[in-house]
Each structure stands twice: as structure tokens, then as C-alpha cells.
């Protein structure tokens, strides 16, 4: 029997064919009809099927180690939140939630905490994904929208790939950029990469740019735009405002090439190139990722590039677009609903309109009205003893978080923990007080959206194992023992997709971008076959939407695009002379986020089996390290212990780090203790990618 579901992994969405017997999953591979991937697969989606194995899976609830019914985990769960709100207020409640939780878990872990205990202390892992691009988003557009389309790949004839390794994190994508640039040879590539990454292999120009100076770079790029005549003025005066001021911030802040040679290490020749690249390419895409994102100045920096793309009007034409490559499989779809803690639900704000409209739409005893603490607050809120009950879903926050021994901290500083989880062993589950085990893909059920605001179902192949539940199921549970049945009496994700469908179309009739109203009447078996469609999705758009803005419209108060003033900036993580490397953190093309369920399969260990140290060939001769040698990598706050690469792939005075291994996996291997705990003070998103640290050998 075969079975269509979605790939777990990143945001390309991947449509994937399972084939089945008998409680088992034989194999995978790409779902021909699915319009993310065309039948491809890469190397993790296409060994899902060996990481199902119930052997590491989280089977019984249990309370302090002890394993308990789900009626006595349940019971304690909701007494103790209800004990803490009802002794220190609702915003001692917390939750921190995940982009791998589908839509429909997310909905109503939102709802339960921002509508009816009235905590906005809702964040996810997502805030270290793509934070700074939804801010960005609505600094620029008046909405987290993202523009383009996938197949914008195929029609552009310039693609830029800032702080993105595709080839390696969203690998499809890549694929599909390879298979255009074939078909259409005079397809230019640009990589903006402090590395030269695996994705450089398609460059046609390689901008090894200084980490962080992607602002100066930008901006240099605009300067250049309107000196040389390249700026569409019909378009900005129709559709755009703030452009004068933004270019007079740009031109004070890098007036020229040879002042972005300087700021970016970059040299004249190549930038010259670049500039007139892009000035000269209408149909151009620029792809940006975590290195845009996980900055401190995350946010300006997205609206640099997306100035650039404003101020020549490309934006909502075919093959012309700003395009954000989101990390997780639906971290978009966490934004949808709210699972931000700045945001309330459907996009909507904090704005009294749309409390009073949400609490309306929900019948809500106690709406939360003012935004929540973000990702870092929040772990800084449970560690001053702030908040007393904190219930983590679906992440690894002991790993992935910056400053990892404030992490630790803080959930043991906090009176309850809770974890829903569906492994056994991670990091985080140590510190758990009570553990709700939870399904995991393969047994999941619901819809996930892609970075290309596709909407994609995720299908139950298999019965969940052991006593292990949905997490839309656990989070009703509790909120029917917290008195809300009613608001929370769903028989099937079905009817939560239906709800989240209207709340998007309430009192919306346009002024939202996020509408898919359309797919709010769905019934049970529709939602089951439903096939994969672009939000927004309404009765005017009842087939979905490819592009955004193709009419010139935006979502701020004048419908007009913002251009936003932007200054380049410094890292936070100052270089010392105890701390003389830049470190950067990132991922790997075979593992996963902490490797919970990429761990589990040794095919994905062929590609790289340990920690390592990427470092170039001067660092290594200063050191005295050769290729293979275990060196250290450490700082004020902790160490990190990896096998020396030697590659002249990274700039002098650089390393690189893998994120991925955990406690399980090398207790000396997980690089977020070097990482400090600051942020982008817009997005709130970390700075992973710029560290400092000293090396030496072990
Ligand atoms: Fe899964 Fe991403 Fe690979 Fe597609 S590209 S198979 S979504 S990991």
C-alpha cells in the first residue's frame, strides 16, 4: 500500500510516497506530484524510513522517573498550571514549542495559552530559525508574507544565495537551481558566503564576504542602483515608500565600492562585477537563510537586500523576488497561527483590534493583550524564577539554544518542567519533571506550510508506539481538565484546521495578507485528500496564490512597500584577545537539528561521523594542528572539542562548527555553550554565527 505524506526535515516541503506493510514502512521516495520536489528526494528524506524504529522512542508518561497513566501525567499537568496561575499570575505558564509540531498541534497550544490561560509566553525554535525574516517581512510588506515561488528558480536569470548553503540545507531547491542553470546556461549564480560552501559549486561568483557585513554589502549595492540609474521610479512612486531616506542612510554608511571593499573584505573587481550583475538582471531571485537570519542585526539586514529588490520593483513579477528559505518544515506554519510570542494568532498582532477580534472569534475568558517574552527572555524569565511551569514540545532546547549552561540553569532553577517528546533520550528530557511521550512523523496527522507558503498534509502511516499520543491531543486533554472542553472538544485535526481556516478569514476582507479562508469548510475527507496549495487561499483565490504583490499592493497602511533606513553593524560577540576566532555554527548535508531522529540511522554518519573544526591552512600552521588532530575550541563560558579539517574554504581567523551533536552523541561536541546569549533586539533571534573563541590542541 502507498500512502503520500511531507518530509519531517527542512522547509522545502518535500512531498514524499511512503510504501507500507503491515505496521511497517518499507521505503520512501520523492512523490512525483508534488510540486515542492517533482519526485526527488535527498539523502535524509529518502532514509526516513530506517529512523521509525520504536526501540528509541518515549513510551509511557512518566512524573519524577516514575512511569504513570496518562490520567495521573494529565491530572498533575493541568493542577499545576492552574496552581501557578492562579498563585502568581498567567504569565508564570510558559510554553516553548517547535517547527516540527504540525499546524494543527501548534493552533491549539496557541490558543489554550494566549486565549484562555491569558499567557503570551508562546515561543518555539522557529525564533531561531527565521525570526529576523518575519520581522523584516513586516517591516517591509506590513506582513510575514514571503513573495516569490519555487519556480521563480527556474524562470530568474540571477540567483543569489546569501548565508545559504543550499546544497546542503535545502537541497531539492538546490537541485532544481542546477537543473535550471542546465536548461538555461546564461542563468548567473552569486553565492554571499563567509564559506565556500558545498553550493559555491554552481557559483559563477563566489562574494567571500566578512561575517556579518551583509548590511554594507547591500547598501553598497543600493548606492550603486541609483548612481548608475538603475532604480525603477514608477514602481517606487506607485508602490514604495521611504526610499530618499533609505538611500541616504546607505550612502552614509557605505558611500561607495571602494568603502564596501573595506567593510566586507571583499575586493573592488568582484564587487564591480556583482553590482552590475544585478543592476543589469531584471528576472533575479535572492535566496537568504540563517546567515542573514541568526545575526544581531538579523532584521536590518534582510531589509537591505529587500531594499535592493524594491528600489529596481522587483517583487511579485515572475522569477523576481526576495525569497527567505526557512529551516524547518513548518516553521512557517508556526508563524501562521501565532506560535510567536509577538504574535497573537493568524498573523494578527497584539493591537487591541485584534485581541478584542481574536477574543471574540474564540469566546476567550482570558486573552492575553500584550506580546510575550521571546525565545532568549523567556529562558532568562525561568531562570530569575519567573515563570513556574514551562512546557517544552517537540525541541531540544538544552542543545540548541545559545548559552547552553543557562539553559541548564533555568529548567532546573523551574518548579515544573514538562517535556512532550518522542524519543527517549535527549538532552532536555533529563530535566524534565513529568515527560508526555508524543507520535512523530510517520504517525502524525495534519498540515505543514513550506517556504514557499505551500500547504502540505502530513499523513498517519503507522499507529503511534507504546502509550505515546498527538500533541493536539495532549494539549486538549489538559485544557479540558483546565475547565475549557468545550473550546477544546475537537474530534480529529480536521475540525482545528477548519477553525484555524476561519480565524485567518475573520473579519479579515483583505486587510490580512495570511487568508485561507477557502479552506475553511473543508470536511473531514476533503482535508484528508487535500493536495498541496499556496496561501492565501479564498474565494477569490480558490486555487491557491504563486506570487505575492503582483498587483503593487502591500499590507501597511498605504499599500505601499516600506524601503527601511539601514546601518551596518558590528557583531555583538566582540573578537578579544582571549577570544581572537570568529566562530560560525551550521548545519551538516546528512544530520538534523540535535540528530534525534538523523541519529538514529548509520547510513546519515557516512557523510560526517563526529564533531569537527573547519579551519583554514594559516590557523592550522599557527597552532601547530594537522588535518585529523582533536583540537579545542573554547571561551569564557565553555569548550568544544572537534577533528581538525583543514580546508582553505574558510577565511583566515575563521572556524566552523557543526550544531548537531548532543549530549548523546559527544559530550564535548555541542557548540551552543560558546555561543552568547544575544540577539537581535528587533527579531530576538540569536546570534549563532558569530562567536568568538580561542583554538588550540588537545
Ligand atoms: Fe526533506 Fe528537505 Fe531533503 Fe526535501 S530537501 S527531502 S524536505 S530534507
Redesign the pocket.
Known amino acids: 500500500m502507498k500512502q503520500q505524506t511531507t518530509?519531517p526535515?527542512?522547509g522545502?516541503?518535500?512531498g514524499i510516497t511512503a510504501e507500507l506493510s503491515a505496521n511497517r514502512i518499507l521505503s520512501v521516495s520523492g512523490d512525483p506530484q508534488h510540486p515542492a520536489?517533482r519526485g526527488r528526494?535527498?539523502v535524509?528524506?529518502s532514509t526516513l524510513h530506517e529512523t521509525t524504529a520504536p526501540e528509541a522512542r518515549l513510551l509511557l508518561p512518566s512524573i519524577e522517573g516514575r512511569a504513570v497513566s496518562w490520567d495521573t501525567a494529565l491530572d498533575k499537568v493541568a493542577r499545576q498550571i492552574r496552581q501557578a496561575v492562579d498563585q502568581h499570575g498567567a504569565g508564570s505558564v510558559a510554553m516553548y514549542l517547535s517547527g516540527q509540531l504540525l499546524t494543527e498541534d501548534y493552533y491549539v497550544a496557541n490558543k489554550l495559552m494566549k486565549g484562555f490561560l491569558g499567557s503570551a509566553h508562546v515561543d518555539t525554535n522557529s525564533r531561531l530559525c527565521m525570526a529576523s525574516t518575519v520581522a523584516g517581512h513586516k517591516r517591509a510588506f506590513g506582513a510575514d508574507a514571503v513573495p516569490g515561488c519555487y519556480e521563480d528558480l527556474e524562470i530568474a536569470d540571477l540567483i543569489l544565495l546569501v548565508g545559504s548553503n543550499a546544497a546542503w540545507n535545502?537541497?531539492?531547491l538546490y537541485q532544481r537551481i542546477q537543473a535550471a542553470k542546465q536548461a538555461n546556461p546564461s542563468l548567473r549564480v552569486v553565492v554571499i558566503d563567509p564559506r565556500a560552501t558545498a553550493s559555491c559549486d554552481l557559483a559563477d561568483l563566489h562574494l567571500q564576504l566578512q561575517p556579518g557585513s551583509d548590511a554594507a554589502l547591500f547598501n553598497a549595492l543600493l548606492v550603486y542602483l541609483a548612481d548608475q540609474g538603475h532604480v525603477d521610479h514608477a514602481f517606487l512612486l506607485q508602490h514604495a515608500e521611504g526610499f530618499e531616506q533609505t538611500l541616504a542612510t546607505a550612502r552614509a554608511d557605505t558611500p561607495d565600492i571602494s568603502i564596501a571593499a573595506t567593510k566586507t573584505g571583499l575586493d573592488n573587481h568582484d564587487l564591480t562585477r556583482f553590482f552590475r550583475w544585478f543592476a543589469a538582471t531584471e528576472r533575479t531571485v535572492s535566496l537568504f537563510s540563517q546567515g542573514v537570519n541568526q545575526s544581531s542585526s538579523g532584521t536590518d539586514k534582510v531589509n537591505s537586500l529587500i531594499n535592493c529588490h524594491l528600489a529596481t520593483g522587483r517583487i511579485g513579477k515572475p522569477g523576481s523576488s526576495p525569497f527567505s528559505l526557512t529551516g524547518q518544515?513548518n516553521a512557517m506554519g508556526g508563524r501562521e497561527v501565532g506560535g510567536l510570542a509577538n504574535q497573537l494568532a493568524a498573523h494578527m498582532d497584539f493591537s487591541p483590534e485584534n485581541v478584542d477580534r481574536v477574543q471574540r472569534f474564540w469566546n476567550a475568558p482570558n486573552m492575553a493583550s500584550e506580546p510575550g517574552h521571546k525565545a532568549l527572555e523567556l529562558f532568562n524569565a525561568v531562570e530569575r524564577g519567573e515563570i513556574k511551569v514551562l512546557w517544552i514540545m517537540a525541541t531540544n532546547p538544552l542543545v540548541s539554544l545559545p548559552d547552553t549552561q543557562l539553559i541548564r540553569r533555568a529548567l532546573k532553577r523551574c518548579e515544573l518542567v514538562i517535556v512532550s517528546e518522542s524519543m527517549a533520550d535527549t538532552d532536555t528530557l533529563q530535566l524534565a519533571d513529568i515527560c508526555l511521550p508524543a507520535s512523530s512523523w510517520g504517525e502524525k496527522y495534519g498540515t505543514v506550510t513550506n517556504s514557499e507558503r505551500c500547504i502540505s498534509r502530513q499523513r498517519s502511516l503507522l499507529p503511534p508506539p507504546g502509550e505515546a499520543r498527538h500533541d493536539w491531543q495532549i494539549i486538549c486533554e489538559v485544557a479540558k481538565r483546565l475547565g475549557f472542553a468545550e473550546a477544546f472538544n475537537y474530534p480529529h485535526p480536521a475540525a482545528i484546521f477548519a477553525e484555524h481556516a476561519a480565524l485567518s478569514g475573520f473579519e479579515n476582507a483583505g486587510k490580512r495578507c495570511f487568508d485561507i479562508s477557502g479552506l475553511s469548510r473543508l470536511s473531514q475527507t476533503e482535508y484528508d485528500q487535500l493536495q498541496p496549495i499556496q496561501w492565501p487561499v479564498t474565494t477569490d483565490a480558490p486555487y491557491g496564490t504563486q506570487r505575492l504583490f503582483s498587483n503593487g499592493k502591500f499590507f501597511t497602511p498605504s499599500a505601499k512597500a516600506r524601503l527601511i533606513p539601514v546601518s551596518s553593524q558590528q557583531p555583538m560577540q566582540q573578537l578579544t584577545d582571549e577570544a581572537p576566532l570568529r566562530l560560525n555554527t551550521g548545519r551538516i548535508r546528512d544530520q538534523w537539528h540535535t540528530m534525534t531522529r538523523t541519529g538514529r540511522t548509520p547510513t546519515l554518519f557516512r557523510h560526517r561521523a563526529e564533531p569537527f573544526i573547519d579551519l583554514h591552512p594559516l590557523d592550522a600552521a599557527t597552532h601547530a594542528l594537522q588535518d585529523q588532530d582533536l583540537a579545542r575550541l573554547e571561551n569564557a563560558q565553555g569548550q568544544f572539542i572537534g577533528r581538525v579539517r583543514i580546508t582553505p574554504g574558510q577565511r583566515p581567523g575563521e572556524v566552523f562548527v557543526p550544531m548537531h551533536w548532543t549530549q548523546s552523541f559527544s559530550s564535548e561536541g555541542r557548540c551552543n555553550v560558546l555561543i552568547e546569549s544575544v540577539a537581535d533586539p528587533i527579531s530576538g533571534q540569536p546570534e549563532s554565527k558569530q562567536g568568538a573563541v580561542r583554538l588550540s590542541g588537545v
Request: net charge positive; proline share 13%; charged share 5%.
Open positions: 518530509c526535515y527542512c522545502v516541503g518535500c520536489n528526494l535527498c535524509k528524506g535545502h537541497p531539492i518544515p
